[in-house]
């Protein structure tokens, strides 16, 4: 505006003290030399400012030439019109680049998502979530259109930021230091930090159970133990055969009844076998019997005390726990920089549902991740048989990313500080979230 004025002011001065020659010529060389580049700069930054400079210089010369008419009256009347149609030209063809480069009908805000639930949510090609409906009330307050990309992997939404691929990366993105040297980041509006994820039967499934058994020494036990069963069913097999006439004749149902009866012993349960040999043969049996009850507190006191020590050592309670054990991150976000940081033996997956598939089958024994986006997934997800531990830790918060400098931040920001004020931001988290305790 302040370049309008100037040049206003100098086409005016040439009109009331020059000669109706020289007025128009020093105003278009002025024009020409000085005030039409700086205006062309000044439209190309602020449009609407450049726009309110011309007005003001059609002002300020349309007095100045009423000033003069004033003064010199004896002019002929056709030269002064002439004049002014000259000067007015001149100023409008400062305007005309303003015209010829009138934007575009606005094109849409490329917004980058990484789905994240319940903070960026896509069902059906349709996308939803706290940060996307907030995102897209800011967005229609600005008068912007959206058009929306996915990415795999947080690390690869911030990239797509700091290269200008994207405009706003909106999911749940955590403001760091680190980040805030690649991209702008707006006013945050929402509290978060990190826990921990588990296998509700963490440490005691059955494969651990083994592994510890053997780590024990009860699986050698135990083969000894299947030894003599299976010598005790053929003994046993070979005597019913010789003495008892109605033990049945063919060697697969004598051996069976044979290990039934075994077994029988083994489990504590007195055997229904006939007694051919009196009162020896109902001490020999009660010996057995003995001998089974032996074998059955052995094995079950065994593997009690296998799974009460596994439950002790592999129990994950809280983040001094972790050392040593197998984590899962995800790919660039905090909990990845987290573990790195704190030496732990991490695996990165790109979304929670790879990372939750690799805790159940025992690939890894915790998730670190977001508070809400664990708790979430664990609350929407009760079959799959996962708990969140732990207090939070860590804590940070969230923020809608955009390149460097990026001159939409500003406006941004301002809409998210009146959505806090409006209430709209704690209406969302008690959508997703439930009210706060």
């Known amino acids: 505006m302040l370049l309008g004025i100037i040049a206003a002011i100098s086409v005016a001065a040439g009109l009331y003290f020059s000669t109706i020659i020289v007025a128009p010529i020093a105003g278009a060389l002025f024009i020409i030399a000085i005030v039409w580049p700086m205006q062309r700069r000044l439209q190309q930054q602020q449009p609407q400012l450049a726009a309110l400079a011309i007005v003001v210089m059609l002002i300020v010369v349309v007095f100045a030439g009423v000033a003069k008419d004033v003064r010199r009256r004896r002019q002929d009347f056709i030269s002064k019109n002439a004049l002014y149609l000259v000067t007015l030209c001149l100023l409008l063809s400062v305007g005309s680049p303003f015209a010829q480069e009138m934007p575009h009908p606005k094109q849409p805000i490329r917004v980058g998502l990484y789905v994240s639930p319940p903070f960026v949510i896509q069902e059906k090609g349709h996308f939803t979530g706290m940060a996307v409906e907030l995102w897209e009330v800011l967005a229609e307050a600005q008068g912007l259109q959206t058009k929306y990309q996915t990415f795999p992997t947080v690390r ?232 969140v531990i732990g207090d939070v830790f860590e804590p940070d918060k969230y923020g809608f990313g955009l390149p460097l400098n990026s001159p939409v931040t500003r406006r941004l920001t301002v809409e998210l500080i009146g959505a806090h004020e409006r209430g709209l931001v704690e209406q969302l988290h008690t959508k997703y979230f439930g009210k706060s305790p």
Request: with cysteine; charged share 20%.
């Open 156 to 387: 690869a939404l911030i990239d797509a930021a700091a290269n200008g691929d994207i405009d706003v990366a909106v999911t749940n993105l955590t403001i760091t230091q680190g980040r805030a040297q690649r991209i702008d980041f707006t006013y945050p509006w929402f509290d978060a930090g990190l826990r921990i994820m588990v296998n509700e039967h963490q440490g005691t499934g059955f494969l651990e159970v083994i592994t510890g058994l053997r780590d024990s020494g009860f699986l050698r036990a135990y083969a000894w133990i299947a030894l003599v069963v299976a010598a005790a069913t053929i003994l046993l097999t070979l005597f019913d055969r010789r003495f008892d006439p109605n033990f049945p004749r063919r060697w697969r149902d004598g051996v069976a009844e044979s290990f039934f009866s075994v077994m029988s012993i083994a489990a504590g349960k007195s055997s229904s076998r006939r007694n051919i040999f009196g009162w020896v043969g109902r001490i020999w049996q009660g010996l057995w019997l003995v001998c089974g009850i032996a074998v059955l507190a052995f094995v079950t006191s065994s593997v009690a005390t296998v799974m009460t020590t596994l439950s002790l050592t592999n129990q994950i309670n809280s983040l001094s726990d972790l050392p040593g054990k197998a984590v899962g991150v995800f790919t660039g976000s905090v909990s990845e920089e987290f573990a790195h940081g704190s030496r732990l033996d991490l695996h990165s997956f790109p979304d929670i549902d790879e990372a939750v598939a690799a805790l159940l089958n025992g690939n890894i024994a915790a998730i670190i991740g977001d508070a809400p986006v664990l708790e979430y997934y664990a609350h929407r997800h009760p079959e799959r048989r996962v708990d």
